[in-house]
């Protein structure tokens, strides 16, 4: 629920630590999303734009990173496929994570997809760990686009505009 503290992310980087998020900005937000996996050709653009635009974002007061499901065999994969940049990225996330997170999770339905997967989400965080807002999808498709979150986050963070959705 927004306003409340933030769950833990269950997860591991490339070199098999747990999983951190990067310090958020003075005054700004962290942002982190959820993304299906190696399998996904949206992922991997959206995913490849936030490890591009990644310095414009923490200029933006917004740090960012980027978690999924996939094992470490798939995750290797990603990494000589995506080009990553220095992005946090985790994997390795636990089902029980991904559900405490409300993130959909799916069976696999085509070949190149894991046996089970989350499907995409994106969390923004205070600095005091606590929930801001939650964009959560069942399909891949149709994601907020990293303008129009850095346009909206931005209004937020100037505007100290209040958690939304807690009633």
């Given at each position: 629920?927004?306003?409340?503290?933030?769950?833990?992310?269950?997860a591991y980087t490339a070199d098999g630590a747990p999983f951190t998020?990067?310090?958020?900005?003075?005054?700004?937000?962290?942002?982190?999303?959820?993304?299906?996996?190696?399998?996904?050709?949206?992922?991997?653009?959206?995913?490849?734009?936030?490890?591009?635009?990644?310095?414009?974002?923490?200029?933006?007061?917004?740090?960012?990173?980027?978690?999924?499901m996939d094992d470490s065999e798939r995750f290797a994969r990603q990494?000589?496929?995506?080009?990553?940049?220095?992005?946090?990225?985790?994997?390795?996330?636990?089902?029980?994570?991904?559900?405490?997170?409300?993130?959909?999770?799916?069976?696999?339905?085509?070949?190149?997809?894991?046996?089970?997967?989350?499907?995409?989400?994106?969390?923004?965080?205070?600095?005091?760990?606590?929930?801001?807002?939650?964009?959560?999808?069942?399909?891949?498709?149709?994601?907020?686009?990293?303008?129009?979150?850095?346009?909206?986050?931005?209004?937020?963070?100037?505007?100290?505009?209040?958690?939304?959705g807690t009633a």
């Amino acid at each position: 629920m927004p306003a409340t503290t933030a769950p833990a992310i269950d997860a591991y980087t490339a070199d098999g630590a747990p999983f951190t998020l990067p310090a958020t900005p003075e005054g700004g937000l962290s942002v982190i999303f959820f993304y299906r996996g190696v399998h996904c050709p949206v992922c991997k653009t959206q995913i490849e734009e936030l490890a591009r635009r990644e310095d414009e974002l923490r200029a933006a007061g917004l740090a960012v990173a980027a978690v999924s499901m996939d094992d470490s065999e798939r995750f290797a994969r990603q990494g000589k496929e995506w080009d990553l940049g220095n992005l946090t990225i985790g994997h390795g996330l636990t089902e029980a994570s991904a559900r405490e997170w409300g993130l959909y999770l799916s069976n696999k339905a085509k070949d190149a997809e894991p046996v089970h997967f989350a499907e995409p989400g994106i969390a923004v965080l205070k600095a005091d760990g606590s929930i801001y807002a939650l964009y959560l999808q069942n399909t891949p498709f149709a994601r907020p686009r990293v303008d129009d979150l850095m346009q909206g986050l931005g209004f937020v963070m100037k505007n100290d505009y209040p958690v939304r959705g807690t009633a």
